[in-house]
């Protein structure tokens, strides 16, 4: 799908994925205005194309889309970012403690540390440590105090096995295509807890909001069919073709 919710500017985006109905919870409007995706992606942050859509209102006539950041990796277009927020907004109370796999240049990793305030925490891990660097420098850019207060970590590791060392989460989200639901992943979520991951299979890739509830039971529900490069490792993402 391609949404035409590009701006001139982050704010501009914002109030057209809001508009648009993408974005319909006031605490992510609120992170999304409050991270400037211009800190995070070097190349056409707030849009993704100059050639207009026949059927595209004036208003909203350019479709967002993802953008290169480096290292065979891309940052999600925004209506995923504001998807993928709006699906974990109820985990993501002041407080809670988030992981974000493919963490990439460090955008929706600084979007859930806003949402989770303070005396919530959340972690940002890719396999790639240049990317990994990059979204550190792009964090001191936006908001360099998440960093002392201790609300944003940014690690380098592979995404497929989580990350142990801060388990468990209140949500997780998973920025690569999945080839499964990944055990470790599971394991690492709370009860109750959220997980958002595209998994990919012989018909494609699609979103899957994983939701494990108070007692440990896991419903598994497909929302929406996309594209997202694969979550695989270091070497392979290198060498892609």
């Known amino acids: 799908m391609a949404w035409r919710c590009s701006g001139s500017s982050n704010a501009d985006l914002v109030t057209r994925l809001a508009q648009a109905n993408l974005i319909t ?18 190349y056409k942050p707030y849009e993704a194309s100059k050639h207009l859509l026949p059927s595209s209102p004036a208003s909203l006539s350019l479709p967002d889309a993802p953008q ?5 990796a891309t940052i999600s277009a925004p209506h995923m970012h504001a998807a993928a927020l ?10 809670a403690k988030a992981l974000d796999v493919g963490s990439g240049s460090g955008y929706l990793t600084a979007c859930m540390a806003e949402m989770v305030g303070p005396q919530g925490h959340v972690v940002g891990v890719d396999h790639i440590a240049e990317l990994v660097d990059q979204s550190k420098s792009n964090m001191m850019k ?17 995404g497929r096995v989580g990350y142990a060392k801060e388990a468990p989460y209140d949500c ?18 709370k009860s109750p ?5 595209p998994v990919s299979d012989s018909g494609g890739q699609a979103i899957f909001v994983v939701d494990k509830d108070k007692d440990g039971q896991v419903t598994k529900k497909k929302t929406m069919n996309v594209w997202y490069v694969p979550l695989t490792d270091a070497k392979a993402q290198y060498h892609k073709v």
Request: hydrophobic letters at 35%.
């Open 25 to 42: 919870t006031p605490a992510v409007k609120t992170a999304m205005l409050a991270i400037d995706r211009g800190h995070f992606s070097k």
């Open 68 to 72: 290169t950041i480096g290292c065979n």
């Open 86 to 95: 709006e699906s974990l907004s109820p985990f993501l109370y002041p407080g």
């Open 142 to 158: 936006d908001h360099p105090e998440y960093f002392s207060e201790g609300r944003i970590s940014y690690h380098t590791a592979d």
């Open 172 to 189: 997780i989200h998973v920025g690569a295509a999945a080839e499964s639901m990944h055990e470790e992943l599971m394991q690492q979520l």
């Open 193 to 197: 807890g959220r997980m958002f991951i």
